[in-house]
């Protein structure tokens, strides 16, 4: 599972890039499909990033059997799962009961957003009463940022009205409601609080220990920096070595020690690994300071876009090889795939059969299917 060389001023056993990939996979359900739950599956992530409504289906269809969009639409509206930002500040998809755990947690990361952007915005506001102002309206109906700020403007006529709106955002819970984030549907980001459309009040004494081991099973093994980086947070390194004795240790070929829970499953290297295509905004290229455990860094500029878009990639033997993106017109459907690298044979036609499934979930509706490998 793990060799027995040792990197030097680390401790534990040096597990290869491999090895951490693999491990990701299990975790990721992506080794194999599973048969857990939609809600299970979205708690075993821990979160699905979704800055856009879509993303949360194909990262759900490619990690889960037999998948369909209306299981996912139907624990939005029926509020088992909520749309709400939290790690890093970005909107994610997350179950109920998460939210209220999790959401506390993140505070910090919240906070330092808003003062990075509006910070000298803000100065010389009384930030409570426009906290107290701003929860009244999104709970008296749900509202757009701009239809709050413009609100809010009535009574603070001299502080940008999107700045005003970041108050919101920051200090009250708000969560998208639908019809955002239903499959088929469209519209406007509209907000309440998390209390308001669940009926239920953030938790009073929530775990950092808890949140950072769910992280370690989604997405272990880790130095303290991926934690940082995955949620946002920082100085997390004396909550980590409070849980040390709970967690077994390894090290990266670089050196770096890497964090574990005891039973979490690390598969062989040579684990066959089958294509898969990953949803834009993948959390798996979020959630580490370094990713070479599953994107060559040479590769990043071809996902990682100059205005913030991560892009839909696809794996090959379990590591980024390209990019994806679906074109539909009235009566068609087409697979565009750019692949960063020759594929051998029999990978380019294994691809191919997931891409045929993947057009099957995302537009079986269209009459012709298609797909299409542009080049660099």
């Known amino acids: 599972m793990s060799s027995s060389r040792r990197a030097k001023g680390a401790t534990g056993p ?10 990701l996979l299990e975790r990721q359900m992506l080794l194999r499909r599973s048969n857990v739950s939609v809600l299970e599956a979205i708690r075993q992530l821990v979160a699905i990033q979704s800055q856009a409504p879509n993303p949360p289906y194909f990262a759900l269809w490619t990690r889960l059997e037999n998948f369909q969009q209306e299981q996912l639409s139907a624990l939005i509206t029926e509020r088992q799962v909520v749309r709400i930002a939290l790690m890093r500040s970005t909107i994610h998809l997350v179950s109920a009961s998460d939210c209220l755990e999790m959401r506390p947690l993140l505070q910090p990361v919240l906070e330092k957003g808003m003062v990075s952007t509006y910070g000298k915005m803000l100065q010389n506001t009384d930030l409570e009463a426009i906290i107290e102002a701003g929860r009244t309206l999104v709970e008296e109906q749900p509202r757009t940022f701009n239809e709050l700020g413009n609100l809010l403007a009535l009574q603070w006529p001299n502080v940008e009205q999107s700045a005003l709106s970041a108050v919101i955002r920051t200090f009250v819970p708000l969560v998208q409601i639908p019809p955002r984030g239903v499959w088929g549907l469209s519209g406007q980001a509209t907000h309440t609080s998390a209390e308001a459309w669940l009926g239920l009040s953030l938790a009073n004494s929530p775990s950092l220990e808890e949140m950072l081991l769910r992280y370690l099973g989604a997405y272990g093994p880790a130095t303290i920096k991926d934690m940082q980086i995955w949620s946002g947070l920082s100085k997390l390194r004396e909550t980590v070595e409070q849980l040390r004795p709970r967690l077994r240790t390894f090290s990266d070929e670089k050196g770096n020690e890497l964090f574990d829970l005891p039973d979490a499953p690390l598969p ?12 834009e905004f993948d959390n798996m290229l979020l959630s580490y300071s370094d990713r070479s455990r599953i994107l060559d860094e040479k590769y990043k500029p071809l996902v990682f876009t100059i205005n913030g878009i991560i892009r839909s990639t696809f794996l090959i033997d379990g590591f980024v090889r390209g990019t994806w993106k679906i074109e539909q017109k009235k009566d068609s459907a087409a697979l565009i795939i750019q692949s960063f690298e020759k594929l051998s044979p029999a990978d380019h036609d294994a691809l191919v059969e997931e891409g045929y499934k993947l057009l099957t979930f995302a537009a079986g509706d269209s009459l012709t299917h298609d797909i299409q490998f542009n080049p660099l």
């Open 14 to 23: 040096v597990l290869e890039t491999r090895q951490l990939n693999r491990a």
């Open 268 to 279: 062989p290297a040579d684990t066959i690994a089958p294509p898969r295509f990953l949803s």
